[in-house]
């Protein structure tokens, strides 16, 4: 059984540090990335950052590049998203997710959520 469960959010003031987790276990080995998400009310459901697991090659959204640093533990269990600089348009439910063959479909996690004041 597939399981992805964040941690990690919570609500800090703009300027600060937040960084979250995702627990990953009995993911296939045909999957070979992990993404961070989110989506905040009234706005679509965005892609953060990407991480491939064999690479380790990483791709940000335009809006996070710099603050923000996906990353996996060398056991590929867990994988991070440590947010710096975080502004009030960061304030979402960020949700961890792993590739199948055709995307990002199949394995989500509930979420986490994140709330930055001003």
């Known amino acids: 059984q597939v399981q992805l469960v964040e941690s990690g959010g919570g609500s800090v003031q703009g300027g600060g540090s937040l960084r979250l987790s995702c627990a990953m276990s009995?993911?296939?080995?045909?999957?070979?990335?992990r993404g961070w998400f989110r989506h905040a009310p009234g706005k679509e459901r965005e892609g953060v950052a990407i991480i491939y697991t064999r690479s380790r090659t990483t791709y940000y959204a335009g809006s996070v590049k710099v603050r923000f640093t996906i990353s996996q533990a060398r056991a590929e269990n867990t994988m991070y998203l440590l947010m710096n600089s975080l502004k009030p348009g960061d304030t979402a439910m960020y949700l961890c997710?792993?590739?199948?063959?055709?995307?990002?479909?199949?394995?989500w996690g509930q979420g986490t959520q994140v709330t930055i004041s001003s």
């Open positions: 997710a792993a590739c199948d063959d055709v995307g990002f479909h199949k394995y």
């Open positions: 009995g993911l296939p080995s045909s999957s070979t990335c």
